[in-house]
């Protein structure tokens, strides 16, 4: 498996592996459209856009982007998806030990993300409101989660790239 920055070129596929992993029913699931407007958000950033290929195809993604806690700048995660025949395999735990470090190489102050917090605890993520970090929605509860990568205080309210619509 390799890890390395998502190129224009594989958006099609990125797309692909998104529809995928997050398929339950016969519409096309939201996160392809998140995904899409992801790509043409002025919070986009290139290099915590990653994809996992694996014998030359892309099997996963992850995407960062700009979002602000407070007035403090820090990465907000969607989506992370695994293509199902590539699930179980690590690919999503590459993926984000990547992003992770990638987010600390540049100094970012933290990285949040919503999910299932059985998951995300394995990468020394925790529910936000531990470390004073608002949800945008409340109802999230403990789903919202933070890494949090300096000593510095952040805390306040997280606010997502305009694509996300929150
Ligand atoms: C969640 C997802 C990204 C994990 O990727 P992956 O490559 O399969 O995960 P890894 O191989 O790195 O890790 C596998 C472990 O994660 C666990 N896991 C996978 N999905 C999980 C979930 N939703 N909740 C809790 N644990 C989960 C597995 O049980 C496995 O645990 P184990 O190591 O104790 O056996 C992938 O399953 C996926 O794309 N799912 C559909 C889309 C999705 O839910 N994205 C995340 C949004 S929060």
Same mark, same amino acid.
């Not at 990125?14 to 699931?29: I, K, Q, S, T, Y």
């Not at 945008?136 to 997280?158: E, I, K």
């Given at each position: 498996?390799? =890890?390395?920055?998502?190129?224009?070129?594989?958006?099609?596929?990125? !797309?692909?592996? &998104?529809?995928?992993?997050?398929?339950?029913?016969?519409?096309?699931?939201?996160?392809?459209? !998140? %995904?899409? $407007?992801?790509? *043409?958000?002025?919070?986009?950033?290139?290099?915590?856009?990653?994809? #996992?290929? @694996?014998?030359?195809?892309?099997?996963?993604?992850?995407?960062? %982007?700009?979002?602000?806690?407070?007035? %403090?700048?820090? &990465?907000? =995660?969607?989506?992370?998806?695994?293509?199902?025949?590539? +699930?179980?395999?690590?690919?999503?735990?590459?993926?984000?030990? $990547?992003?992770?470090? $990638?987010? +600390?190489?540049?100094?970012?102050?933290? !990285?949040?993300?919503?999910?299932?917090?059985?998951?995300?605890?394995?990468?020394?993520? $925790?529910?936000?409101?531990?470390?004073?970090?608002?949800?945008?929605?409340?109802?999230?509860? +403990?789903?919202? +989660?933070?890494?949090?990568? %300096? *000593?510095?205080? @952040?805390?306040?309210?997280?606010?997502?790239?305009? #694509?996300?619509?929150?």
């Amino acid at each position: 498996m390799r =890890i390395r920055r998502e190129q224009p070129s594989d958006r099609p596929d990125v !797309l692909r592996v &998104v529809h995928e992993a997050f398929e339950g029913g016969p519409d096309e699931p939201g996160e392809v459209a !998140l %995904t899409r $407007a992801l790509f *043409d958000d002025p919070g986009y950033i290139p290099e915590f856009s990653l994809v #996992a290929v @694996v014998s030359g195809d892309v099997a996963g993604c992850v995407i960062g %982007t700009r979002g602000y806690i407070g007035d %403090t700048p820090a &990465v907000g =995660i969607a989506p992370l998806a695994v293509a199902r025949a590539h +699930q179980r395999r690590a690919v999503g735990s590459a993926l984000m030990w $990547a992003l992770i470090g $990638a987010a +600390q190489a540049r100094h970012e102050p933290a !990285l949040v993300l919503l999910g299932e917090n059985a998951y995300y605890e394995r990468f020394d993520f $925790a529910p936000a409101s531990r470390n004073g970090i608002e949800a945008p929605v409340a109802s999230w509860g +403990q789903h919202f +989660q933070a890494l949090v990568l %300096t *000593d510095d205080p @952040v805390a306040g309210r997280f606010r997502y790239a305009a #694509a996300f619509g929150l």
